[in-house]
T-cell receptor
Framework: DQQVKQNSPSLSVQEGRISILNCDYT??????FLWYKKYPAEGPTFLIS?????DKNEDGRFTVFLNKSAKHLSLHIVPSQPGDSAVYFC???????????FGKGTKLTVNP | KAGVTQTPRYLIKTRGQQVTLSCSPI?????VSWYQQTPGQGLQFLFE???????NKGNFPGRFSGRQFSNSRSEMNVSTLELGDSALYLC?????????????FGEGSRLTVL
C-alpha cells in the first residue's frame, strides 16, 4: 500500500513557465512534508518542506502548498529553468521521525 | 564541509553472497539513515541509527542489518543476496535524530546482484 503517491511519472514544461508537481498521501498521521530533487548519479537534495500546521511555504522560486483535507500537496516552480530538470520526490514524515516515506518521483524536463 | 561519503560506489555480487556498504556522515552529524532505491518501489526506508543505537527500522527482512560506530560512521550488511536486492543504496545523515526530514544524502552505492 503506497502511502505517498506521485501520479505523474513525468512532466515537461517550457523555460519561464510554471511547473506544478503533485503529490497525494493517505496516512493522516503524517505531519511534515518535504520535496527532494535528484539529478542522475547524485543523491537526493532537500528542496523545501512544510509542516501540517501551515498551508503554504515559499522559498525563492519554489512554493509548496498543502491541502490537508484533500491529503494533497503540490510544488510550484516559477519561473522554471533548464537547470530544474531533475526527478522530484515528495516525502512525508510522522512525529519527527527520520523515517521518510517517499513517492516514486516525477521527472521534470524544462525545455529551453 | 565534506558531504556524506558512501563506499563503494559500484559493486557486483552473485546470489547467495553477502555485502557490506559503508557510510561516513557529514562531520558533526550523529544520525544516519539508509534507504533502498529501486525502479519499481522507489525510495524505501531501511533503518536509522543515532548514537550507535537503531532508532527506526523499515519493512525489510532480517537479511538487512546495520550498525553505527562511535564516530557516527555506519555500515549496512545484506546477507544471502537475492536478485531483487539489486538497487541503489542511499545513506543520509542529519545532526540529530528527529530533525524532521532535512536529510543530507550521499551519492549512493549501486549494487548489482547476478
Amino acid at each position: 500500500d503506497q502511502q505517498v503517491k506521485q501520479n505523474s511519472p513525468s512532466l515537461s514544461v517550457q523555460e519561464g513557465r510554471i511547473s506544478i508537481l503533485n503529490c497525494d498521501y493517505t496516512n493522516s498521521m503524517f505531519d511534515y512534508f518535504l520535496w527532494y530533487k535528484k539529478y542522475p548519479a547524485e543523491g537526493p537534495t532537500f528542496l523545501i518542506s512544510i509542516s501540517s500546521i501551515k498551508d503554504k511555504n515559499e522559498d525563492g522560486r519554489f512554493t509548496v502548498f498543502l491541502n490537508k483535507s484533500a491529503k494533497h500537496l503540490s510544488l510550484h516552480i516559477v519561473p522554471s529553468q533548464p537547470g530544474d530538470s531533475a526527478v522530484y520526490f515528495c516525502a512525508a514524515a510522522q512525529g519527527g521521525s527520520e523515517k521518510l516515506v517517499f513517492g516514486k518521483g516525477t521527472k521534470l524536463t524544462v525545455n529551453p | 564541509k565534506a558531504g556524506v561519503t558512501q563506499t563503494p560506489r559500484y559493486l557486483i555480487k552473485t546470489r547467495g553472497q553477502q555485502v557490506t556498504l559503508s557510510c561516513s556522515p557529514i562531520s558533526g552529524h550523529r544520525s544516519v539513515s539508509w534507504y533502498q532505491q529501486t525502479p519499481g518501489q522507489g525510495l524505501q526506508f531501511l533503518f536509522e541509527y543515532f548514537s550507535e543505537t537503531q532508532r527506526n527500522k523499515g519493512n525489510f527482512p532480517g537479511r538487512f542489518s546495520g550498525r553505527q560506530f562511535s564516530n557516527s560512521r555506519s555500515e549496512m550488511n545484506v546477507s544471502t543476496l537475492e536478485l531483487g536486492d539489486s538497487a541503489l543504496y542511499l545513506c543520509a545523515s542529519s545532526p540529530f535524530s528527529g530533525s524532521i526530514g532535512e536529510l543530507f544524502f550521499g551519492e549512493g552505492s549501486r549494487l548489482t546482484v547476478l
